[in-house]
């Protein structure tokens, strides 16, 4: 089974900063099989990016993914209050693996 | 409008059983693979369990393989999870989602207490 390692464990940063997260695979990822999630205290998880690159429905266009094989990238442009939450990586290629998380924290 | 909508969470001795169930509507359920997904108290996302659309296909994760069985009814719209022995490390919030791809809508959560 795959092994995701996300990093920095926490980021703190200011409203209207970036915010550039790391997710670094045991082995290759199919690109179409990559995602990221959002996740906030008592909520449910969303669904941001899908298939490295591709926004789901209802993600602003602030949010990016990129990346190949084995490193993928997610980043925050200009961070809204509202992007203060803890953000998983996940592969779904056969199993459904997530990263152990990265905390985006306000400074 | 999706909903799905998880039930049977509770409290439960350590050797226990539990059956998790996720009623949905909003979507044609059969035409969908879903998912169980878990967050213990302080900890990540762990994924527990995934079945294909008509539940021939079937993955679970190590850490539950052989103690949990999920199931499907495609003529009620739910999803179930059948949790036997249970842990003091299986307490959590259980997710039901839909996987389109990636998982792209998830039920509330339902929370499992594992205790003596």
């Known amino acids: 089974e795959i092994v995701l390692t996300q990093s920095p464990g926490a980021l703190y940063l200011s409203p209207g900063e970036s915010a550039t997260l790391y997710c670094r695979a045991s082995?290759?990822?199919?690109?179409?099989?990559f995602a990221w999630y959002q996740k906030k205290p008592g909520q449910t998880p969303r669904l941001l990016i899908y298939g490295v690159s591709w926004r789901a429905p209802g993600t602003p266009d602030r949010f990016s993914g990129s990346g190949s094989g084995t490193d993928f990238t997610l980043t925050i442009s200009r961070l809204e209050p509202e992007d203060f939450a803890v953000y998983y990586c996940?592969?779904?290629?056969?199993?459904?693996?997530f990263g152990g998380g990265t905390k985006v924290e306000m400074k | 409008h999706v909903q799905l909508v998880e039930s049977g969470g509770g409290l439960v001795k350590p050797g226990g059983s539990l059956r998790l169930s996720c009623e949905v509507s909003?979507?044609?359920?059969?035409?969908?693979?879903m998912a169980w997904v878990r967050q213990a108290p302080g900890k990540g996302l762990e994924w527990v369990s995934y079945l294909s659309d008509s539940g021939t296909y079937i993955r679970y994760a190590d850490s539950v393989r052989g103690r949990f069985t999920i199931s499907r009814d495609n003529g009620k719209n739910s999803l179930y999870l059948q949790m036997n022995s249970l842990r003091l490390e299986d307490t959590a919030i259980y997710y039901c989602?839909?996987?389109?791809?990636?998982?792209?809508?998830w039920g509330q959560g339902v929370p499992v207490t594992v205790s003596s």
């Open positions: 989602a839909r996987k389109y791809s990636a998982l792209d809508y």
């Open positions: 082995q290759t990822i199919n690109d179409i099989y």
């Open positions: 909003g979507f044609t359920f059969s035409d969908y693979y």
């Open positions: 996940q592969e779904y290629s056969v199993a459904l693996t």
